[in-house]
């Protein structure tokens, strides 16, 4: 029993690493292709954003908001929702903080940043709500539904701060007013290192909780298993999509009002990075395999790349971008991880014309 | 008058890359394979078309190059979802997300901001005037004046069509997505016909994005394709994957965008609020499909890998 289980974990881990790991080497060709050495490269990425001190609270700080992204897209994708809106909600949530922001005056820190990052979450429900209510109840299709609202979002968002009320005329660049200093996250420990990262891991301790033991976190998982059963099972299947899109979210807009008061301050048109505050979370969720735990060292894991990548860009002639190239690839190799967990690599080159495709799904509901 | 013209041809100017997108990407949702990737295979099209046209001095030579890198990435694409079994929804983001990471580090590497081909092509000279017809009033703002990939895009509404329902090709395509078992058991090779529709839609997806970024503006950006795949993609699912219906969906798009565009230049402060109005015309369509045919699902696998 023992040997079993610790033979599934070492399997869960090789198959979580091995995807990291091709893609590094499929990258390493990418960086030798432009002239460049991948292991001085790779070397640089990792060393300054893990193992220097300042390097490290970094990549901490940045892991906050994007714990909360890779949570916001597990709970939706377990129950089989392809909830595309974190991207917009984190947006949204974040363009909400700065407003109030930098537009409430006369309050303690403390409650301007919590007012703030309400907002933040209140924003990113009511955004996901409008594709939560059109697929609950007349069954539109979430996926495109949140691809189209993601880029409606960000023209009218660019209109806010091109121009109006909103716009700050004294910036060189487009952006709206910076957030005062009381709604400031303060530097912890001399470093990036803000509360906000503490506030994320209690929120990721409380949905490891949701995950693991809650009636909740079951639901999700049978919805995601089998949603006719569940639905036969007298579960409200269209309260709980609702519901779970609402949590999720809620979860991205505190990503994105955090990241605004931690991080950037004032809302610019890059303030999602790239690719996005949302895709990483789909990225940190499907490495992390849904699971609370891996979903947090997978965070740490990117967290590490974007702190890594500004170093990248100041040591080495490699473009900081090869980070955004490694995740894509890593996303490529993940896609059919799940089924290389159960059957290993060889196995399944040698037998992939002899199964019926339709398998495929009941593979990845392993993952 | 003069804006009715303008919107006449900027509706043609606007679907032509989403139409073309669309019926390629209709052909492999008909095999039961949605290709979310049809975003990054257009950005791939855009960006790689772009780039070899300018490496080269040649468009011509340019375009070849990109659709054929195009139909490599669609080579990867399918050896993935269908020989290893992914899922290809998140197979598809990942080729997104590759091709715009990608594109992005290349310019990075050549440290310029965007790919700009005023050296190599001028615009002006690609439109094609069809003499005669351009004369008639309104339907010669309709059909003259607009570059060899419009035209291409209209003949291959009806080729696809043709293929899809008239050829032994087609019928294969349709018995595959309708029931996967009954087409092995008649002896169709099920992982060939798919590739070649995923791969067909790759190549259409490649010379929609070559239209965009070689063709239209002699100039290649970042994430140029703005979601023009994931538009087909919701043409191609309200149409239900029939040719002509999905390209009427695109076409709307195609629409609005021309009528925000043309209408924005009289809204004085409100304009840049315009051009979020073809994806909420989007999402209104899609909600209204659904209602009326109340059989509102892709067909995707039921876990998420």
Same mark, same amino acid.
């Given at each position: 029993m023992e040997k079993k289980k610790l033979k599934h974990y070492l399997r869960e881990t090789l198959s979580t690493l091995l995807p990291i790991l091709a893609a590094l080497v499929v990258g390493g060709f990418v960086i030798l292709a432009i002239g460049e050495n991948p292991i001085t490269t790779y070397g640089v990425l990792l060393q300054k954003s893990l193992f220097t001190y300042s390097g490290l609270m970094k990549t901490l700080h940045y892991a906050g908001p994007l714990i909360l992204t890779g949570l916001a897209i597990a709970v939706a994708f377990k129950a089989?929702?392809?909830?595309?809106?974190v991207e917009g909600a984190a947006v949204l949530g974040g363009f909400s903080a700065a407003v109030v922001g930098f537009s409430?005056?006369?309050?303690?820190a403390p409650v301007h940043i919590f007012l703030c990052l309400l907002t933040g979450i209140l924003a990113g429900v009511l955004y996901t709500a409008i594709p939560a209510f059109l697929k609950a109840y007349?069954?539109?299709?979430?996926m495109v539904v949140t691809l189209m609202l993601n880029y409606a979002l960000v023209i009218v968002l660019q209109y806010f701060t091109e121009g109006g009320?909103?716009?700050?005329?004294?910036?060189?660049? !487009?952006s709206t007013y910076s957030v005062s200093p009381d709604a400031m996250f303060q530097k912890l420990f001399n470093s990036d290192l803000t509360p906000f990262f503490f506030i994320s891991i209690i929120i990721f301790i409380f949905f490891w909780f949701v995950f693991k033991k809650s009636k909740l976190g079951y639901e999700i998982t049978a919805m995601g298993n089998n949603p006719a059963f569940s639905e036969a099972s007298g579960m409200n299947v269209r309260r709980k999509i609702i519901l779970i899109m609402l949590i999720s979210g809620a979860l991205s807009g505190l990503a994105g009002g955090g990241f605004m008061l931690s991080e950037k301050y004032r809302y610019t048109l890059?303030?999602?990075?790239d690719p996005g505050l949302g895709w990483e979370g789909m990225l940190i969720a499907l490495v992390g395999r849904k699971d609370p735990v891996g979903i947090l060292i997978a965070s740490i894991f990117f967290a590490a790349l974007n702190t890594g990548s500004d170093y990248v860009d100041m040591f080495t002639? !490699?473009?900081?971008n090869i980070v955004g190239v490694l995740q894509g690839i890593i996303i490529l190799f993940v896609s059919f991880r799940a089924a290389d967990a159960k059957f290993g690599i060889s196995a399944k080159l040698r037998d992939k014309f002899g199964?019926?495709?339709?398998d495929a799904p009941a593979e990845g509901k392993a993952a | 008058m003069n804006m009715l013209n303008s919107i006449l041809y900027d509706t043609i100017y606007y679907s032509t890359p989403i139409v073309l997108c669309t019926i390629g990407g209709l052909l492999s949702y008909n095999a039961n394979v949605v290709n979310i990737g049809l975003e990054g295979m257009m950005l791939m099209g855009a960006f790689s078309s772009a780039l070899f046209s300018l490496l080269t001095g040649n468009i011509f030579l340019g375009i070849l190059i990109g659709v054929v890198l195009t139909f490599l990435l669609g080579l990867i694409f399918s050896f993935l979802s269908?020989?290893?079994?992914?899922n290809f929804i998140i197979t598809g983001f990942g080729v997104n997300i590759l091709v715009a990471a990608l594109s992005e580090f290349v310019l990075q590497y050549m440290q310029v901001a965007n790919i700009n081909l005023n050296s190599v092509v001028n615009v002006n000279h690609l439109k094609i005037h069809i003499p005669l017809v351009?004369?008639?009033?309104i339907l010669g703002k309709l059909?003259?004046?607009?570059?060899f990939m419009t035209y291409f895009t209209i003949a291959m509404v009806f080729v696809v069509n043709l293929i899809l329902y008239h050829t032994r090709f087609g019928l294969y395509v349709r018995v595959v997505g309708e029931n996967e078992d009954s087409a092995r058991s008649v002896g169709i090779n099920v992982n060939r016909v798919r590739y070649a529709a995923i791969l067909i839609g790759a190549v259409l997806s490649a010379l929609a994005g070559a239209n965009l970024?070689?063709?239209?503006?002699a100039l290649f950006t970042n994430n140029?394709?703005?979601g023009r795949g994931f538009i087909a993609l919701a043409a191609f699912y309200c149409g239900k994957g029939k040719p002509l219906n999905s390209v009427l969906y695109a076409v709307i798009f195609g629409l609005a965008q021309a009528l925000a565009t043309n209408l924005s230049l009289n809204?004085?402060?409100?304009?840049?609020?315009?051009?979020?109005v073809p994806y909420v015309v989007m999402v209104i369509v899609l909600a209204a499909v659904s209602v009326t045919k109340q059989r509102g699902k892709l067909t995707r696998g039921t876990g998420i890998g």
């Open positions: 089989n929702i392809y909830n595309m809106a409430l005056h006369g309050v303690s007349l069954n539109v299709d979430e009320a909103l716009k700050d005329p004294k910036a060189g660049y !487009v890059d303030f999602s990075g002639n !490699v473009p900081k199964k019926s495709p339709k | 269908i020989n290893l079994k992914s351009e004369n008639i009033p059909l003259s004046g607009h570059p970024s070689v063709e239209r503006m140029m394709t703005a809204a004085g402060a409100a304009s840049g609020l315009f051009g979020a």
